[in-house]
């Protein structure tokens, strides 16, 4: 199996950035990753994902202020977010699938961290 572990969340005022790091505990060649959040009393939701080709994917709450990448080197994939707004206060959870590509939803993730929380202040 796969392990993943978040880190790198935090309180920040709005219009502040935070790099979000997921530890990978094997390769993963071949998978999608992805970036997903929920809020108190709301659905959890797809942030950003990046599949077996490199492609992207961002809601679009949050294109433009958030980019995500993979380092397969050290085995961490990053989200950072850039200008944040007090709606993007959640926790935060990196998740993974064995698959070149899939959608953006969370039935479609095998693996999931603990979740990392970012509180951002208006």
């Known amino acids: 199996q796969v392990q993943l572990v978040e880190s790198g969340g935090g309180s920040v005022q709005a219009g502040g950035s935070l790099r979000l790091s997921c530890a990978i505990s094997r390769v993963t060649y071949g998978y999608s990753m992805g970036w997903f959040r929920q809020a108190p009393g709301k659905e959890r939701e797809g942030v950003a994902a990046?599949?077996?080709?490199?492609?992207?994917t961002y809601a679009d709450s949050v294109k433009g202020r958030c980019t995500i990448s993979k380092d397969n080197g050290k085995r961490t994939l990053y989200l950072q977010m850039d200008s944040l707004k007090a709606e993007d206060t959640a926790m935060y959870y990196c998740?993974?699938?064995?698959?070149?590509?899939?959608?953006?939803?969370?039935?479609?993730?095998?693996?999931w961290g603990q979740g990392t929380q970012v509180t951002v202040s208006s």
């Open positions: 990046i599949d077996g080709y490199g492609s992207t």
């Open positions: 998740a993974a699938a064995p698959k070149l590509r899939v959608a953006l939803m969370s039935r479609n993730y095998n693996y």
